[in-house]
């Protein structure tokens, strides 16, 4: 469904990605980790159509990304870019259905229909009490996820979120992972996320895509990515493994 | 993708929270647009007896339809044009402090109109400055968008900056203008700097009628894309937004309807940059319903403050921009305390 | 002061007493010594300011045309050295080296080593005094703001400049007299515009609104508004003036047609007449000429009736 194809892209004179490949051709939850720098931003943003990459191509349901409609492709591809912050004062309810944005011809007002769809993305991410708020009434992880239900009010097949846990508190960290596992599950949409936290992704995800200056080092389930010889391979710090809950955790050799 | 969750969670939200066309917020404010032009065009430094006009009396027919009239639509046209401009490129730029006047529309129309006075010109070709005033206004525009494009992306944070850099060339340049030139034209060429509608007729309301009209069909045409900037050009783009074209289009059609309104009655500020704010905490809406409110706003404060400048200190006149400064900021102020 | 080191001097000589003669050689040397700066005088300029002057100036820079007008008309325009870049009468005015004109330039006034400057209180900059002061040059500040203060003005300048004598302030003073005391059966409503789009006129308490009143006229302006105000187009047209005075380089015929194609009414109803600018903008000798021309327009028009 969507393929990235030996794509690479430049930031001026820094690389920025170089031929990376990646398929994604089933509903999953796909944690993007890497350091400061590795592509991350840039791959999202490829795949978001925000950029266009200076070699190779990136084909989604086998249609070049420059041969798709901006607005039909929106509607199957949803992007989420780091810190969105409105310049002006906004309600909840009024950011979310912005997202419907794509399905509204260029003098068309929202729905009904939009409206409706609006209401079951921000239940999906339990939101729906929050739609009167402005969002500058809220708490980040609010915020988090009223960004979370904009995306998702277009109901798209892929969801692309650039470090959407960042500089949330621990509980908010765990619950909108959970709530990303959750939309995958309910909605049987594919999910893209840069984090930098290795613990959580792994804890959810299906697959990990690890950067590395701008190159795919691996793509695999985290159960491969999770063992210490990787971690000190490709991120440089010690960490042994530690099974809790039927599950894997990485905890950092304290010198 | 499978979106659901069957059943209607639509329903939860209340009636209210839907909030499609503001109808009731433009007819509220287009009554009072008709109002203020009303009232305007009843008073004035001559006082008219009503029934003299409609028995048809020459004078106060002239004085009413040739004078005040024209000058009190032009009043709310050149409002209506100074507030789209501005709540445009606060839109665009995301940036609550642009007004029509930042990116140097101002400094190139002024210095069309010192260049069109210092020189004699206008003395010699009378009715050349508000030409001279357009082709300052649309040079300014033009080469603050070149400095401001950097393959094929024109940023807006460049933008500013060049509209700031220019607009300080173009004090110098209507400095140096002044320094040249015989006194008397130095005066008239500083007081249409501060704004007057003195000359109003007919002919001028129906060009800035037709610009507007254009202006605002271009603009609703790509409102849709516009108040999705608000979220930021990245997010809008990935949203199949034509960004680098809707940026453009904003940025000259705003620009061009600021250089029209600034050469028919020179630079009268506040208007651009209070209007947008006034109407965006009273109905806290985007862009799409921003636009024909703060048309009308604007129009209806330019309006008010002509009346005011005309009746002051009659029969003479103050410059307009001082009203429109005495009017609107301490409404804003009161606003600002409202708000939350 | 030199006086007293001369006589300090000779207190010196006397008791030792070497030769009378030397003594004499020396004495007459330091006398002519002390004879050769003329006797100073500190006046009080128009403004108040003091300045310290010498009893015959003979390096005038005048900034003002209206004050080159003057200074000639007292006689003493060979005495100026330097004009500022408006003085045009009398002619030989201008072949004077010019100076500048709004903001005229220090250096140029000092390569010129004049021993004083003459400045109107109109158009000159309050940077001026501070200036000259630092180059020890001599200010003397004209006001001739109104009509009534040029004759004063150019008697205490004749007494300043220890030149000419007041027979020519006294005839101006006489001829603008003899204006004001006719009386006039009907007094026409004049507008004095300086520039026509928008229609910027004199407003009261000024020079123009002086002229005006001296040739038995009324400024249409209404009573408290002074300085150059905008004047309503609505109030032409109700109540069109009976004169409205241009001076005729600073507004064209073109600007003229402009305004009457604005306002068709005046056509026929109210006379537009253009005067040489530089007779109706200059509070100067001239001026009893600027009277004699308004009065003129103003007896012309009254032959209507």
Same mark, same amino acid.
């Given at each position: 469904?969507? #393929? ?8 001026? #004179? ?17 944690? *993007? ?17 925000? *950029? ?28 989420? &870019?780091?810190?969105?912050? &409105? ?128 190159? *795919?080092?691996?793509?695999?389930? &985290? ?9 000190? #391979? ?15 955790? *990485? ?5 | ?28 404010? $287009? ?41 009190? /639509? ?29 990116? =140097? ?9 010192? /260049? ?11 009715? /050349? ?6 082709? =300052?206004?649309?040079?300014?525009? =033009? ?30 340049? /209507? ?11 130095l005066t008239a060429a500083l007081k249409w700097m501060m704004g007057t509608l003195f000359a109003a007729q007919w002919s001028d309301v129906v060009l800035l009628l037709v610009l507007l009209i254009v202006t605002m069909a271009v603009l609703v045409s790509i409102a849709n894309d516009l108040r999705l900037f608000a979220f930021g050009e990245e997010d809008a783009k990935s949203r199949g937004v034509a960004v680098e074209r809707v940026k453009i289009i904003g940025f000259i059609t705003a620009s061009i309807v600021t250089g029209a309104a600034v050469a028919v009655s020179g630079i009268i500020g506040f208007v651009g940059l209070l209007v947008p704010h006034l109407v965006r905490m009273i109905w806290r809406r985007d862009f799409r319903d ?6 009308? $706003? ?43 | ?38 006797? !100073?005088?500190?006046? !009080? ?10 009893? !015959? ?128 059966? !009907? ?119």
């Open positions: 469904m969507l #393929e990235v194809a030996e794509v690479s892209y430049r930031y001026g #004179e820094v690389e920025g990605l170089s031929g990376v490949t990646v398929t994604l051709d089933r509903p999953q939850l796909v944690a *993007l980790v890497g350091p400061n720098g590795s592509g991350k931003s840039t791959l999202l943003k490829l795949v978001a159509r925000v *950029l266009a990459p200076a070699s190779g191509e990136v084909r989604f349901e086998g249609k070049r990304l420059r041969d798709w409609d901006g607005k039909e492709y929106a509607k199957r591809v949803g992007y989420l &870019p780091q810190d969105p912050d &409105p310049t002006f004062p906004m309600r909840a309810i009024d950011v979310v259905v912005s997202g419907r944005a794509p399905f509204l011809g260029r003098f068309e007002r929202e729905s009904d229909a939009d409206y409706e769809a609006a209401a079951k993305a921000m239940e999906l991410c339990d939101a729906l009490h929050l739609a009167d708020r402005y969002l500058d009434e809220m708490s980040g992880g609010e915020r988090k996820r009223i960004f979370l239900a904009r995306v998702l009010a277009a109901t798209p097949a892929v969801i692309l979120l650039d470090e959407p846990l960042a500089a949330l508190d621990l509980s908010h960290v765990q619950q909108f992972s959970l709530l990303l596992r959750d939309v995958v599950d309910r909605t049987h949409c594919t999910v893209v996320y840069a984090t930098h936290d290795l613990n959580w992704a792994a804890a959810y995800c299906d697959r990990m895509l690890v950067m590395q200056r701008g190159t *795919l080092a691996i793509d695999a389930p &985290p159960a491969e990515v999770m063992r210490p010889d990787t971690i000190r #391979e490709l991120f440089g710090f010690d960490a042994a493994a530690v099974e809790a809950g039927g599950r894997s955790w *990485l905890v950092p050799r304290v010198p | 993708m499978r979106l659901w969750i069957s059943g209607s969670a639509g329903s939860k939200l209340l009636p209210l929270h839907r909030r499609p066309h503001n109808r009731l917020g433009l007819i509220l404010l $287009a009554l009072i647009l008709l109002g203020a032009i009303a009232l305007a065009a009843s008073i004035g430094a001559t006082s008219l007896s009503w029934r003299a006009l409609i028995a048809g009396d020459a004078t106060t027919r002239t004085i009413f339809f040739d004078i005040r009239l024209p000058r009190t /639509i032009l009043a709310a046209l050149i409002g209506a044009a100074l507030a789209v401009a501005g709540v445009t490129f606060q839109t665009l730029l995301r940036n609550p402090l642009a007004d029509p006047f930042i990116l =140097g529309v101002s400094g190139g129309a002024a210095s069309g109109a010192a /260049i069109a006075t210092a020189f004699g010109l206008a003395r010699r070709v009378p009715g /050349i400055v508000p030409p001279m005033a357009f082709l =300052g206004a649309c040079a300014a525009t =033009g080469a603050v968008f070149l400095l401001a494009r950097r393959r094929e992306y024109t940023d807006p944070t460049r933008l500013l900056l060049s509209g700031l850099v220019l607009n300080a060339f173009f004090s110098a340049v /209507i400095l140096i203008c002044f320094a040249l030139s015989p006194q008397g034209d921003l636009l024909p409110l703060s048309a009308l $706003a604007g129009g209806t404060l330019v309006v008010l403050a002509d009346l005011l400048s005309r009746i002051v200190i009659q029969p003479s006149e103050l410059p307009i921009g001082a009203f429109t400064a005495v009017l609107g900021v301490p409404f804003f102020l009161m606003l600002l305390r409202r708000s939350r | 002061m030199m006086m007293r080191a001369a006589s300090r001097s000779l207190l010196i000589l006397a008791p030792i007493d070497r030769g009378r003669p030397a003594a004499v050689f020396v004495l007459a040397l330091l006398f002519i010594r002390c004879a050769g700066p003329e006797p !100073h005088a500190t006046l !009080h300029d128009d403004v108040g300011r003091s300045v310290t002057v010498a009893a !015959h100036p003979r390096r005038i820079v005048s900034l003002a045309p209206n004050l080159t007008e003057i200074v000639y008309a007292l006689g003493c325009g060979d005495r100026i050295v330097g004009v500022d870049d408006n003085s045009d009468e009398p002619a030989a005015a201008r072949t004077k080296p010019r100076v500048g004109g709004m903001q005229p330039s220090i250096e140029r006034i000092a390569s010129l080593k004049p021993d004083l400057v003459i400045a109107s209180t109109q158009g000159n900059q309050p940077s001026l005094a501070p200036a000259l002061a630092a180059a020890n040059i001599p200010l003397y500040v004209v006001r001739t703001d109104r009509l009534t203060e040029i004759a004063p003005a150019m008697a205490r300048l004749a007494t300043a400049l220890g030149c000419g004598d007041r027979r020519v302030p006294e005839k101006l003073r006489a001829d603008l007299a003899a204006f004001a005391n006719r009386k006039r059966a !009907h007094a026409p409503r004049v507008l004095f515009a300086v520039w026509m789009n928008p229609l910027y006129v004199a407003g009261r308490n000024n020079f123009a609104d002086d002229l005006i009143n001296l040739c038995g006229a009324r400024n249409a302006v209404g009573p408290n508004v002074t300085g150059w105000p905008l004047y309503s187009l609505e109030t032409l047209v109700a109540e069109p003036p009976d004169l409205i005075i241009y001076p005729d380089r600073e507004v064209t015929p073109a600007q003229v047609e402009e305004l009457l194609r604005r306002v068709p009414s005046l056509r026929g109803r109210t006379e537009i007449v253009g005067v040489d600018e530089n007779l109706f903008t200059r509070p100067g000798p001239r001026v009893a000429q600027a009277a004699a021309r308004l009065n003129a327009i103003v007896d012309q028009w009254e032959r209507r009736f």
